[in-house]
């Protein structure tokens, strides 16, 4: 499984098995590499991005039509898609990335990794919190300026497939892991 993250601040772009990308450009290999055979029992992942009227409905946004595109970098075999919703006025702005396939990655590590250190170049609080109840796993992040969380998202893997999903302004830490659960199935 592969998977991409985009946090909305600009503070990361990471692809499991591929690269790094930081905010000036350059790039360093990520750490991740390919673990167990598969052994998902979940349900199949759609590689599709939601309706705008999907991710409306369970997080409270009002986000317009996605721009989707297919993930690079992907383990052969694995394949996944990157989905930006933004308002009109683009005060509401979700990134959701999906990823299925054969080959399972730890990609929790490489991306909070990266999240964290965009994070810090930015002056941004970067928090995690394990997530029960979510898929085989599942990690809540936020991000916060001035003591107020600015972006909020979830992490989470169920078998070979994974979902991360930031999104500004913040919601609740419910509706992303019920949104996640959705998702994953």
Known sequence: MTVLVISLAGLAQVACGGSTATPSGSSAPATSTPTAAPTSTAGPVSVTCPTADVLNGALGLTVGAPKQQPTTGNAPGDSGVSCQYTSTDFRDVAILVVGTGPVKVDFFTSVEAGQRKAATQQGVTYNVTAVSGVGDKADYVTFAKGGSTTEDGILAESGNSGAILTVVPAVSESR??????????
Not at 176 to 185: N, P, T
């Open 176 to 185: 992303l892991e019920s949104f996640a659960s959705q998702l994953l199935g």
